[in-house]
């Protein structure tokens, strides 16, 4: 009998199954698709030779995960590779803000009214940011704080509404990139906490950058795949799971699924029927004939590049696909272009590039060319560099990865009590009805992102009962 078995082969579910078998214990993965890594694989999806990321790209929090940091995952060909500048963030007069590596860079784009605000609200975390965040992304009752008062302070700070803390801001350029950094987490500007997400990107930036992974995203999976296997541990693919009765025999059962599925696979009946999906996305993945002309020279060197003319129009954006459940008709857009710094993933002169705008949940609509007109407000010629193009709404990216419900990529609304407590109301979060069964999705905190800590929480909760037994 194996001690463990975990079903769902993404960052997660990997990161589980390490810990696990770090610490002596039996343990095999089971994934449904032909190779590992969920929201982090890469695949040719256009034309030959060009490299995508069907889903994460860039990786603020994989860098800064206290999980991946312990592990010696560069020994097994993870190796970062850093643009010129982490983010950019152009206006449509051809200027930028930036989120650099130092402040002091970040401040002065922001112009002078600003820079003094901004410094002051990053530089009391900075210096004790690695503390900060293992103390932020192990609640709730995974590990005591190190440095509660700091932790407080933070909380003071990150709990009121991005719209609260953007009244420190008096110009346009420092609203909209913090804008920006908050709806990563595709939630409305004015929701609880929201704050908090926009400081962690911004200090995940200056403290290590917002690099990608050299090859793309699956050297990521596949460095935590090759690991798991020189601790002894296996990892089996095509290998749907739909009960609990097709997995071998174990003394724990961890899922790296959406609450929905584990329900459904282990027969909890209605017990994640509150958890709420939020609006999900409408994704492009671009063969490009050349780098993209942006307008802004910020943008042409930074690997990731928000668009979003004002924070006006990033929040309205926000507030259609997820209050009003329409698309929106200026849709805030997440870029990233991994072949400014990494020419593998294209042909000699050629570009890989995508972007994605928010949409409804479940929505069917096609977002094409809403998100190349946007494009060409801040980088008039794009169209002109395409040579091929992978669209994927909501169906398509439920299809490609089960946990993106209704195209959701988070794993479940990050807005209100939700973002903090999930995906129950409960200090234990990792347990489910079933004391031998856990969940380790980015459904659980710290939540959505590719930074494997949800699995690290989890397998903590696995082995103290293992141990118990």
């Known amino acids: 009998m194996l001690d463990a078995v975990v079903v769902g082969a993404g960052p997660n579910g990997l990161t589980a199954a390490v810990e696990l078998a770090r610490r002596g214990f039996s343990v095999a993965v089971f994934e449904a698709r032909s190779t590992v890594g969920g929201g982090a694989r890469t695949e040719e999806l256009t034309l030959p030779g060009f490299r995508h990321d069907p889903c994460s790209a860039a990786h603020p929090l994989a860098i800064n995960s206290p999980a991946f940091r312990a592990l010696p995952l560069e020994r097994y060909g993870l190796e970062w590779l850093h643009a010129e500048l982490p983010m950019a963030h152009p206006f449509p007069d051809g200027t930028a803000a930036v989120l650099a590596r130092t ?39 995974t590990a005591l704080p190190r440095d509660p008062v700091t932790l407080a302070r933070f909380g003071l700070a990150g709990l009121p509404p991005s719209t609260l803390l953007m009244r420190r801001f008096r110009d346009e350029p420092a609203k909209a990139l913090f804008s920006g950094l908050v709806a990563h987490v595709m939630a409305p500007l004015g929701g609880l906490a929201t704050s908090a997400v926009g400081l962690v990107f911004a200090l995940a930036a200056h403290a290590r950058g917002w690099p990608v992974a050299r090859g793309g995203s699956q050297s990521l999976s596949d460095a935590l795949t090759a690991y798991l296997r020189d601790l002894g541990g296996s990892v089996h693919t095509d290998y749907e799971v739909k009960r609990l009765d097709d997995l071998p025999p174990a003394r724990a059962y961890v899922f790296d699924t959406s609450p929905t599925a584990l329900a459904r696979i282990a027969g909890f009946g209605s017990h994640y029927a509150g958890y709420r999906y939020g609006p999900g996305v409408f994704k492009v993945d671009y063969a490009l004939d050349g780098p993209v002309p942006w307008t802004a020279k910020e943008a042409r060197a930074a690997g990731t590049v928000q668009v979003g003319a004002s924070s006006a129009e990033i929040g309205a954006a926000l507030n259609a696909a997820s209050r009003q459940g329409r698309a929106p008709d200026k849709p805030f857009l997440i870029t990233v272009q991994p072949s400014v710094v990494d020419p593998t993933r294209a042909p000699a002169g050629k570009h890989v590039f995508w972007a994605y705008g928010h949409v409804p949940h479940g929505w069917t609509g096609d977002l094409t060319d809403t998100i190349e007109r946007q494009l060409e407000r801040f980088a008039p010629g794009f169209r002109d560099r395409v040579l091929a193009r992978a669209t994927a709404g909501p169906p398509e990216l439920a299809a490609r990865n089960a946990n993106y419900v209704g195209g959701d990529i988070a794993s479940g609304a990050a807005s209100g009590l939700q973002l903090l407590l999930r995906p129950k109301l409960t200090l234990f979060p990792y347990r489910t009805p079933h004391p031998a069964v856990f969940i380790c999705s980015s459904a659980t905190p710290p939540g959505p992102g590719v930074h494997g800590m949800s699995g690290h929480n989890a397998a903590k909760a696995v082995w103290k009962r293992l141990r118990q037994i």
């Open 103 to 141: 402040v002091g860079e970040t401040a002065a784009s922001f112009g002078p009214r600003d820079a003094g605000a901004y410094r002051r609200l990053i530089e009391p975390f900075l210096p004790k940011w690695d503390t900060l965040a293992r103390d932020f992304m192990s609640l709730p009752l």
